[in-house]
C-alpha cells in the first residue's frame, strides 16, 4: 500500500460508468455487546494506546481528512457519490452535527448525486426527535435501527440496552423528522429464542411501518463474549434446524406484511425501498470506505485500512494514506466474488458466469427444487425459498 495511497491506473479504467458511494465507519459503542465481533471500541477499551489521538471529540475532522485524501486519490474522477452509509459501532453516538459534518466533506470534494441515497446506523437508545430532525435537514435521508428483538430475555441475552417498544418508536420518530427510508435490523436463532418470541418480533417490527427490514440469523464469532457462554455451558447453542425454521417464519410474515425479499437476508415494501448502497457492494460496484479497519474496492483493487481509530487517526495526521494493506483481484477472483454476492439477489447470477463443475452443480440444484425453473431455463440461477435456506452450500459448489 503506497503512502499516499494512490491506486493504479487500471482501476480509475471506465470509472464512469460504475457507481461510487463512501462508507464512513464509526468504531465506538457505548458498551460492548457480547455476540458482536464488529472493529469498535467503547470508552475504557480506548484509554492508553492512542487513547487521545483516538478520542471521538476528534473524530468528524479524521474522516474528513479521509475524503479530502479519497479526493486526491480518486484525481479528476467526475462521479457524484450515489450513495452514502454511515454504520459502527454506533455512529450516533456522536454528535448529529459530527456526522452531517462528515457528510458535508464528501458533498465538498465531490458532490451528491440529486437521489443520493444517505444512511445512517442508529441504536435505539441514543437518539431522540430533536437529534433525527438535525439529520434530516443535514441531508440524511435513509435510517437504520438496531432493533434485533421486541422480547426482553433476548435483548438481555444480547446485551442489548434499549427497551421493548423502543425501535418501533424510532420509526415513528424517524417518519416524523420526514425520513423516506426505514430499516430495522432483527436477530434470529438467539439462545433463548422461541418460535414465539421470534413471531412477536416480526410482529413489532413490520407494525412499526418501516420500509425495508434485515433479518440475520445470530453467528457465535470466536473471541467473543457470547461464545465463551456458550463454550462454558452458560446458555445453549441454537442448531441449524432451528435457523432454518425461523428464516420460514420471516419470510412468511413479511411477505404477508407487503415485503419481498431482494436479498437473502433484506426484504423491503418497494423497489424504491431497497438499499442502494448494499445493492453497490453486492454488484461490485466503486465504493469508498473511510475510518479505522473500513474497506474499500475501486475497480478490482481492494484495500482495507488500520483497524485501530488510535493508529488511524496518527497515519492521517502525518498526512499518510491509512492503508493497511491492499490486492488486485484477478478475473478469477472476481468471478467468483460475483457468484457468491448476486446468488443471494432475487435477480440472480448469469449461468454463462459458470464453469462446467459449477453448470453441472446447477443442474443437481435445479433438480433438488434448490433453483427457480422459469429463471433457469432464461439463463440465470436464482434461488427458491428452500435454495435461501441453503444459499450457502449451493453457492460453494456453484463457484467450482
Ligand atoms: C454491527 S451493527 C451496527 C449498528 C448498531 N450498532 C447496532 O448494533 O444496531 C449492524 C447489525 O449487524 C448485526 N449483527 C452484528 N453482529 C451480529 C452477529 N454476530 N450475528 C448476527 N447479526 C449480527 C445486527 O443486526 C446489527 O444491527
Ligand atoms: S451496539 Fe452494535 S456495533 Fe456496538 S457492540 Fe452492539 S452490535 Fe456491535
Known amino acids: 500500500m503506497p503512502e499516499d495511497g494512490a491506486l493504479p491506473a487500471h482501476a480509475l479504467e471506465g470509472a464512469g460508468e460504475r457507481p461510487l458511494g463512501f462508507y464512513l465507519h464509526v468504531p465506538y459503542c457505548a458498551t460492548r455487546c457480547g455476540y458482536c465481533d464488529f472493529n469498535t471500541y467503547t470508552a475504557s477499551e480506548l484509554r492508553g494506546a492512542g487513547g487521545v489521538l483516538a478520542s471521538r471529540d476528534n473524530y468528524a475532522g479524521q474522516v474528513a481528512e479521509e475524503v479530502r485524501l479519497a479526493r486526491k486519490v480518486l484525481g479528476d474522477d467526475p462521479r457524484p457519490v450515489r450513495t452514502v452509509f454511515v454504520g459502527g459501532g454506533t455512529p450516533t453516538l456522536l454528535a448529529a452535527g459530527d456526522l452531517v459534518r462528515m457528510l458535508g466533506a464528501i458533498r465538498d470534494e465531490f458532490g451528491l448525486a440529486d437521489d443520493a441515497e444517505v444512511t445512517t446506523e442508529a441504536n435505539p437508545e441514543s437518539v431522540d426527535p430533536a437529534y433525527l430532525e438535525e439529520l434530516r435537514a443535514g441531508g440524511f435521508n435513509r435510517i437504520s435501527f438496531g432493533m434485533q428483538s421486541a422480547r426482553p ?176 483481484l484477478a478475473d478469477e477472483d472476481r468471478r467468483v466474488e460475483r457468484i457468491l454476492l448476486e446468488l443471494r439477489l432475487r435477480e440472480g447470477v448469469e449461468l454463462a458466469l459458470l464453469k462446467p463443475a459449477g453448470l453441472a452443480a446447477a443442474g443437481r440444484a435445479l433438480g433438488d427444487g434448490l433453483l427457480e425453473e422459469e429463471a433457469y431455463a432464461a439463463g440465470r440461477a436464482v434461488l427458491t425459498l428452500r435454495g435461501r435456506l441453503l444459499a450457502d452450500a449451493v453457492v460453494r459448489d456453484l463457484v467450482d
Request: net charge negative.
Open 153 to 328: 430475555h433476548v435483548l438481555r441475552i444480547l446485551d442489548r440496552t434499549h427497551t421493548p417498544g423502543r425501535p418501533e418508536q424510532c420509526v415513528a420518530e424517524a417518519r416524523a423528522a420526514g425520513f423516506e427510508h426505514v430499516n430495522l435490523d432483527l436477530i434470529y436463532g438467539t439462545p433463548g429464542e422461541s418460535d414465539d418470541d421470534w413471531r412477536a418480533s416480526l410482529d413489532a417490527a413490520v407494525g412499526a411501518g418501516p420500509d425495508h427490514v434485515s433479518a440475520y440469523a445470530l453467528i457465535v464469532e470466536e473471541g467473543t463474549q457470547l461464545a465463551r457462554r456458550i463454550r462454558r455451558g452458560e446458555v445453549p447453542m441454537t442448531d441449524d434446524d432451528v435457523h432454518a425454521d425461523r428464516y420460514l417464519i420471516a419470510d412468511e410474515a413479511f411477505e404477508k406484511a407487503g415485503f419481498s425479499w431482494y436479498e437473502v437476508s433484506n426484504w423491503a415494501t418497494s423497489e424504491a425501498g431497497r438499499c442502494l448502497h448494499n445493492e453497490l457492494y453486492w454488484r461490485g460496484a466503486d465504493w469508498w470506505g473511510a475510518g479505522p479497519g473500513a474497506h474499500s474496492h475501486v475497480g478490482g483493487v481492494r484495500w482495507w485500512n488500520v483497524k485501530h481509530p488510535g493508529a488511524y487517526a496518527a497515519a492521517l495526521g502525518a498526512g499518510k494514506s491509512p492503508g493497511a494493506g491492499r490486492e488486485v
